[in-house]
């Protein structure tokens, strides 16, 4: 390998991870626009921020099966992305982990650790 291609490949590796790093952010605003914030106003709450759990995490929603063969989730290729949601109630404030599932730029579904 000459040293263009390694400089290649590592441009190649960063474009990956700010690509993955974009779509991530787009699918949890979408999320918050579309579902959280919606429902948070709903019930009366304020929502106050959000925060990203992290890659091997799981939030409030415990500890998930790792399952290694050829079938997904349901049936289908779900990604689950999950963020603590903070919100504030009439005096005090509280936390939930919010689990968004995506397949590709589409969510299929948001799921609340606790209910609103």
């Known amino acids: 390998m000459s040293t263009l ?6 441009i190649a590796v960063i474009v990956v ?6 779509i991530e952010r787009y699918v949890i605003n979408r999320a918050l626009k ?5 429902k948070l106003k709903e019930k009366n709450y ?3 921020r959000y925060k990203w759990v992290g890659p091997f995490s799981y939030g409030d ?3 998930a099966r790792f399952t290694l063969g050829p079938f997904f989730k349901n049936g ?20 939930l982990t919010a ?12 799921s609340y650790s606790a209910e609103l």
Request: charged share 25%.
């Open 5 to 10: 291609d390694i400089i290649l490949v590592i």
């Open 17 to 22: 991870i700010l690509l993955n790093i974009f």
């Open 34 to 38: 579309k579902f959280i914030i919606p």
């Open 46 to 48: 304020h929502f106050e």
């Open 61 to 63: 929603f415990g500890r």
């Open 76 to 95: 289908g290729p779900a990604i689950s992305t999950y963020i603590y949601v903070y919100y504030e109630d009439d005096n005090s404030r509280k936390r």
């Open 99 to 110: 689990k968004i599932d995506t397949l590709f730029f589409f969510i299929k579904r948001v």
